[in-house]
């Protein structure tokens, strides 16, 4: 599939899990694409070898999402490596859960700094770049609609936060052609929320279809919001999730 050929990808937290499917698949369909990671070096050059086997170019960047001027310096970076950006997808995620007496302002800020701060200022760095056409999707959760369990007050505080930046950018940049979305996935297979981990059960329960997503499935809806078949939709919030907020 060639749907996004000459088209440029970045990708935040794109060496594992959600972001390493959805990196291949944007380049699947012909997208160059980079990505950025914090830890996983050696995944992370392993995505983007895998993605270089496909005949599209790619580049890691180290960027901690927590670095204001980090997150900032990678998008201006991909866009001067690659001559252009097309698409930003804000997938990079802090995942900080246990009883809200536990959590204090070292955690919060660390929270809203990934899952808030860094992709507004990824998306503010990125319109600098893009023309008419120009995609930004962020990857939320379904624990920004639904919270079945305690100990998930601040993430669900983060993700929630992504529903007003989402509505607010897509107003702001319709005018230029430029549209905003919002995927929220429900649990899906990955190292770090395994379906067979410890009360994967119980949670496959609380979904329509009684399974976890795999992270392809996740990766397939952005790139629909990537591709030409999702130029009218903006401002749109995507339950990904099995049913799990019905």
Known sequence: MNELKDKVALVTGG???????????????GADVALTYEQAAGRASAVAGEIEDMGRRSL???????????VTAAVDQVAEVFGRLDIVVNNAGAFMVGPVADLGAAELDRTLAVNV???????????RHMGGGGRIISIGSNMA??????????????????????????????????????????????DA????????????????????????????????????????VTGAVVNADGGFTV
Do not use: C, W
């Open 193 to 232: 929320n395994p379906a067979d981990r410890p009360g994967a059960e119980a949670i496959r329960g609380l979904t329509a279809l009684g399974r976890y997503a795999t992270p392809s499935e996740i990766a397939a809806v952005v790139a629909f919001l990537a591709g030409e078949d999702g130029r009218y």
């Open 117 to 127: 701060r860094a992709p507004y200022l990824a998306s503010r760095a990125a319109v």
């Open 15 to 29: 060496g594992r899990g959600i972001g390493a499917a959805i990196a291949r698949r944007l380049a699947e369909q």
């Open 60 to 70: 890691a960047v180290h960027a901690d999402s927590g670095d204001a001027a980090a």
């Open 145 to 190: 609609e639904r919270v079945p369990f305690g100990g998930m007050t601040l993430y669900a505080l983060s993700k929630t936060a992504l529903v007003g930046m989402t509505k607010g950018l897509a107003r702001e940049l319709g005018a230029r052609g430029i549209t905003v979305n919002l995927v929220h996935p429900g649990p899906t297979d990955t």
